[in-house]
């Protein structure tokens, strides 16, 4: 994962969130984000598969 003042991120995922938000709202926040930035690092590191390869190894159409 990218090296980001964790503590501003987190701020900004709060300042998006509505006045009403819930703890179970900013915990999804925080997955949805840490989620993205690893699937970006294993895309950059080459740790992916390419969706023919998924396709003929699942016998899925086009």
């Known amino acids: 994962m990218r090296t980001?003042?964790?503590k501003k991120?987190?701020?900004h995922l709060?300042?998006?969130l509505?006045?009403?938000a819930t703890w179970d709202d900013l915990m999804y926040e925080?997955?949805?984000r840490q989620s993205i930035?690893?699937?970006l690092e294993d895309s950059k590191s080459g740790r992916t598969t390419d969706?023919?390869?998924v396709r003929?190894?699942?016998g899925l159409s086009k």
């Open 14 to 16: 709060l300042e998006k």
């Open 51 to 53: 969706v023919k390869e």
């Open 37 to 39: 930035e690893a699937g």
């Open 30 to 32: 925080i997955y949805v």
């Open 9 to 11: 991120e987190a701020y």
């Open 18 to 20: 509505p006045d009403g």
């Open 56 to 58: 003929a190894k699942f």
């Open 4 to 6: 980001t003042n964790v």
